[in-house]
């Protein structure tokens, strides 16, 4: 893990700037994994302060107990407006340890704009030695006069084989690592939640593309709505990797799993189910029923698949 959040331009840059002696006051790391957003910004505090791995200020960073290191808020919290109260008055104290002192504010895409709002002139201008790391999953949340007041680093999705080398670090010996890294976009910690599936949403949406009553189908995966949709994704792009001339070493499930999907749909059918799948994703994302938007895709692909038969007749 700790290979993956070093490799990005982002941690590079915020590592450079410390060892140079000017890093922004404020800097604001847009990291789109929630799960993970805390512990990267544990390796850029880390390489804020120098830290080397194993080194007694390293430990206490990552435990959060390092006294020129500040954690807001506490794990799983939310930073509120009397949090941000013991910010200011934190602020005004000397370091205890260096020269400098690190505000870490986690999950910044959820503090209210009235918070926001109450620590704006300490963000602009914070006290000789006094430095801000935030980190958000999207900056739309962030308001603009904050934006405005930071340096903003941000973090693109991981590439497939940066995925895929991490989960075989964290998981030696884990079967499905490629597809799961495939199918995630780029999430480590989605990509763990398909492994940890062990394979089952994958087969449900080969299940899902070639089964003839789909309702209970459905049904099923509304329960795990944005698993299953990204699984759904991966087994189309298969099956027309598998259709292409010479592509099956493209493949990232096991030939024969996929074969039945490609048998049923013609090339064009199975691109044009990729764009309703996405679709179908991006619903998910707005909270839509999984169940529903599951059986709204089945029928948009049959529907396809009828036009695409009538025409080859």
Not at 47 to 60: K, P, Q, T, Y
Not at 99 to 106: G, P
Not at 144 to 171: C, D, K, W, Y
Request: charged share 25%; glycine share 6%; hydrophobic share 45%.
């Amino acid at each position: 893990m700790k290979e993956l959040f070093r490799s990005t331009q982002a941690y590079r840059a915020f590592s450079d700037g410390a060892a140079r002696g000017d890093a922004a006051h404020f800097t604001l790391m847009v990291f789109p994994d929630a799960v993970y957003l805390r512990a990267f910004l544990k390796e850029c505090a880390k390489a804020f302060f120098g830290a080397a791995d194993g080194s007694r200020e390293a430990r206490l960073i990552d435990a959060e107990s390092y006294s020129d290191c500040l954690f807001y808020p506490a794990a799983g919290g939310k930073l509120s407006a009397e949090l941000a109260g013991d910010i200011l008055d934190e602020s005004v104290l000397r370091p205890v340890e260096g020269e400098k002192k690190l505000f870490v504010l986690d999950a910044f895409h959820t503090v209210t704009p009235l918070v926001q709002n109450k620590l704006l002139k300490l963000l602009e201008e914070p006290p000789r030695g006094v430095y801000f790391l935030a980190g958000a999953t999207a900056e739309h949340a962030v308001l603009s006069t904050v934006l405005s007041r930071a340096n903003v680093r941000r973090v693109p999705p991981f590439a497939t084989e940066q995925i895929e080398g991490a989960l075989r670090r964290m998981h030696p010996g884990a079967a499905g690592t490629a597809a799961a890294a495939a199918a995630c976009g780029g999430e480590l910690s989605f990509a763990e939640e398909l492994l940890a599936g062990g394979g089952e949403d994958f087969r449900l949406a080969e299940t899902f593309l070639t089964a003839r009553d789909r309702v209970a189908v459905c049904r099923k995966a509304g329960e795990r709505a944005r698993a299953f949709f990204a699984a759904v994704r991966l087994v189309l792009h298969d099956a027309i990797m598998l259709k292409v001339p010479g592509q099956e070493h493209s493949l990232y499930l096991p030939p024969d799993e996929v074969r039945p999907v490609a048998e049923r749909y013609s090339l064009a059918v199975l691109a044009q189910a990729t764009e309703y799948a996405l679709d179908a994703e991006r619903e998910i994302q707005f909270n839509a029923n999984g169940a529903q938007a599951a059986l709204t895709l089945a029928l948009r692909i049959d529907k396809e698949n009828e036009i695409w038969h009538k025409l080859s007749l």
